[in-house]
Nanobody, 126 residues
Framework: QVQLVESGGGLVEPGESLRLSCAAS????????IAWLRQAPGQEREGVSC?????????YYADSAKGRFTISRDKANNTVYLQMNGLKTEDTAVYYC??????????????????WGKGTLVTVSS
């Protein structure tokens, strides 16, 4: 059974950090690009970051994430991480990971995914 399971969300204050994890099972995650997307209440889902398949090993970030978020992959454990530093209230959202053949603008609009996780809630509030 194919699964992507996110974890690591929670309630933090502005300026603090969180590390989200996306654990893949039931498929060979290193054959896919893995993206993190988020959806805030009343807003459309938006791409945050994407890491290409390990043979390319390239990372991509939305402008809102550049300089604050870092995506990485642990191939041995079939897990992709999103380290989020300097969190802002506007980062509050449900964060999803998803698997796609490639990172692309299409992926950053939430399209072209083969698999999705169920999401983890990140709340940034003082």
């Amino acid at each position: 059974q194919v699964q992507l399971v996110e974890s690591g969300g929670g309630l933090v204050e502005p300026g603090e950090s969180l590390r989200l994890s996306c654990a893949a099972s039931g498929f060979t995650a290193h054959l896919y690009a893995i993206a993190w997307l988020r959806q805030a209440p009343g807003q459309e889902r938006e791409g945050v970051s994407c890491i290409s398949r390990p043979d390319d090993d390239v990372t991509y970030y939305a402008d809102s994430a550049k300089g604050r978020f870092t995506i990485s992959r642990d191939k041995a454990n079939n897990t992709v991480y999103l380290q989020m530093n300097g969190l802002k209230t506007e980062d509050t959202a449900v964060y999803y990971c998803a698997a796609a053949p490639y990172c692309s603008a299409y992926v950053f609009h939430g399209r072209g995914m083969d698999y999705w996780g169920k999401g983890t809630l990140v709340t940034v509030s003082s």
